[in-house]
């Protein structure tokens, strides 16, 4: 079974005005894009889809968490994410993806795909750096942590050399 095939959105049938589609999207979703960055995917997307006579307006939201690894401690952790983007459909001679805010689909088509512009809003809206919450505050009890700190350099005392206090007295 595809796993995509329920974000295919087949708007021909659709009448002009506002419709509305929710989506639940687990691990398996980023699988059929071979994304492994992410351990686990509990999210749930709402889209509000604005059918005009001409184009359509696309309004996404997600909300939810991923099960994601630190990269300073290797530690598990899950990252809240709510997120949201506005995409506009057109239409046109040939099919035009090269905008991150419209996309151009030819005269003819009944049908649109959301996966693709979920999938990089989700992907988007995760840090560069995943830092667990416990390091910020102090909470996080980790072996690495430890290491760590006990590699960390050490502040060293600054002892006086004679020769030069005696040429500090020149001055």
């Known amino acids: 079974m595809d796993v995509l095939a329920e974000f295919v959105i087949p708007f021909v049938g659709l009448k002009e005005g506002e419709h509305s589609f929710e989506f639940e999207i687990d691990k398996t979703f980023f699988n059929e894009f071979e994304f492994s ?3 686990a995917a509990t999210l749930k997307v709402s889209l509000l889809f604005e059918k005009k006579a ?9 909300t939810g968490t991923l099960g994601l ?7 598990p952790f899950d990252y809240p994410i709510e997120t949201s983007l506005d995409w ?3 239409f046109g001679d040939q099919y035009d993806d090269d905008n991150d805010e419209f996309i151009i689909l030819p005269h003819g088509s009944y049908q649109i795909n959301v996966a ?3 999938y990089e809003m989700i992907v988007l809206a995760v840090p560069i750096k995943k830092v667990h919450p416990g390091i910020a505050d102090g909470t996080l ?10 590699l960390q350099p050490k502040e ?3 002892e006086n050399d004679p020769r030069w206090d ?3 007295d020149l001055l």
């Open 37 to 39: 960055d992410f351990d």
């Open 54 to 62: 001409s184009l359509m307006n696309l309004k996404f939201s997600v």
């Open 69 to 75: 690894s630190c990269d300073v401690t290797n530690e």
């Open 88 to 90: 506009i459909v057109k």
């Open 116 to 118: 693709q512009p979920i």
């Open 141 to 150: 009890d980790s072996d690495i942590l430890k290491k760590l700190e006990e």
């Open 156 to 158: 060293e005392k600054e």
């Open 166 to 168: 005696k040429l500090k």
